[in-house]
């Protein structure tokens, strides 16, 4: 069974940092793509970042480009993303996920698993 679990969430003022992690079971973990979605209060999921299996393709969302960065783990079957210079309108549940499409994807109907998310919260 496939597992997914995100950690390092929690409360930042806006210019701060923090690193999300996500740790996989259950999976061959080197031939998933992963990605970050988020997920805030009355909005819809969106797209946040993905990686391909070997790390050596990775794609953002425009509003996040220069802050964020994702990265993998294939050794330790994690994936993380390193969030600099919060904004109050990054704070959302996120999400991490995986997909067996070969490539990247930032669709998240292409993707099989998801964890049960993590709270951040940027304070102005």
């Known amino acids: 069974q496939v597992q997914l679990v995100e950690s390092g969430g929690g409360l930042v003022q806006a210019g701060g940092s923090l690193r999300l992690s996500c740790s996989a079971s259950?999976?061959?973990?080197?031939?998933?793509?992963m990605g970050w979605f988020r997920q805030a209060p009355g909005k819809e999921r969106e797209f946040v970042a993905t990686i391909s299996w070997t790390g050596g393709r990775t794609y953002y969302r425009d509003s996040v480009k220069d802050r964020f960065t994702i990265s993998r783990d294939n050794a330790k079957n994690t994936v993380s993303l390193q969030m600099n210079s919060l904004k109050p309108e990054d704070t959302a549940v996120y999400y991490c996920?995986?997909?067996?499409?070969?490539?990247?994807?930032?669709?998240?109907?292409?993707?099989?698993?998801w964890g049960q998310g993590t709270q951040v919260t940027v304070s102005s």
């Open positions: 259950g999976l061959t973990f080197s031939r998933y793509c």
């Open positions: 996920a995986a997909s067996q499409i070969l490539g990247i994807s930032i669709d998240g109907r292409q993707y099989d698993n």
